[in-house]
Every structure is written in C-alpha cells, then in structure tokens.
C-alpha cells in the first residue's frame, strides 16, 4: 500500500528512528521504500524532518509539497511549519507538548500551544491529538515518544501495518535492552484512548 508520511520533530526526539522504524517495517512487507530527512542542528533542539514513501519505486525519497497522506508531529509548531507538504485529505498525528524554541525563551516571545492546537482544528477535521507527556509517563520514560506515537499511529489506521508487524521490526532493529521499554511504549501509544478520559480537554 503507498503512503507517504512525513514525520517533523526537534533533535532528540527519535524523529528518524521513527522513519526508520515505519522505513522498515513497509521493507519486512516486501515494499520499496524511500527515506530523506532534513535535520537542523538537531543537537541544539532544531526542526527534525523526515520523509518515508512506501511503494515508491518511480518516486523521488522526498515527498512533493501537497501530497503527504499523513503527518506525524512531535511538536505542534513543527506540524504548522510543514502543513504545505499534506494533501486535501491528509490526516496529521500531534503531540500538543511544545517543546519552547530558544530564540522565542531568549527574546520572551510568548509561545501558545492552544492558538496551535484550535488552528489545527479548525482548519481539519482529520487530526488526531495525543498528550505525549502524559503517555510517556504512563510508559515509564520520555524517551519513547516516538515509539507510543507509532503505536497511535497504528491503532487509529494512520499506518497501513498491524501492531504486530511494527513489534518485530522494533525487536529487529533495535538493542536488546530497549525492546522491553519500547515494547510497553508500543502498547500504550495503540491503547491511547483509554489514557486520554477528557479528549476535548486537548
């Protein structure tokens, strides 16, 4: 099945191991795939973009503006930043968690994530809102946002794989020691729902 996903995120947040991880397990499904990222120093909290198009074979690694089936942000402002590359019926997947760029902590801009999360309404009815930090501590660490996003991803049919195939690629690709973490992570994001008792509140 094609699907172009963008994911957007800042450095440190596991944006290109999620690419890596939807890369591959389309691959363990006999799809060809391409990947591209662009990464701003990341290490430094900059834009994380990553570009993954399954069944792509007579397609270019980056996805054409207007044309991704579906965005997954790790910040809010980063899926505003690139809402020019989804297409009419795009679906996006948010994590309403900022993370507060320096430049607007330095020279005391305000940052509003509820401006961004009622443009995101208002402007689709496609999107799906998760509170990452609080799935995070549900899964035991902040470090598995990628993952829990992934298994949002999964549960609400934004991905065209079961929670059983992405757990194999999880356990292929990644340490010995990660796996149980990321497996409970894996859970959790496709259990989103039973977390999230006041969905309008996000």
Known sequence: MKVDCLLAGVGGQGTVLASKIIAQTAMNS?????????????????CVVSHVRTDAKHCSSAIPKGM????????????????EFLKPKGRILVNINPIIPV?????????????????LRDIRNQVVFVDGRKLCQIAGSPKVLNVIMLGVAIKEQLLPF??????????EILPQKLIEQ???ALEVGYCFEKYHHDKEAL
Request: glycine fraction near 6%; charge should be negative; proline fraction near 2%.
């Open 103 to 119: 430049t607007a902590s330095l020279e005391e801009v305000s940052y509003k994530v509820e401006d961004i999360v009622k443009f």
């Open 68 to 83: 991704a089936d579906l965005i997954i942000g790790f910040e809010p402002a980063e899926v505003v930043r690139n809402m």
């Open 182 to 184: 990321n497996k409970t």
């Open 162 to 171: 079961s929670k059983e195939e992405m757990l194999h690629t999880i356990q």
């Open 30 to 46: 006999q799809s060809f795939v391409r990947t591209s990222e662009t990464i701003g120093m990341a290490q430094r909290g900059g």
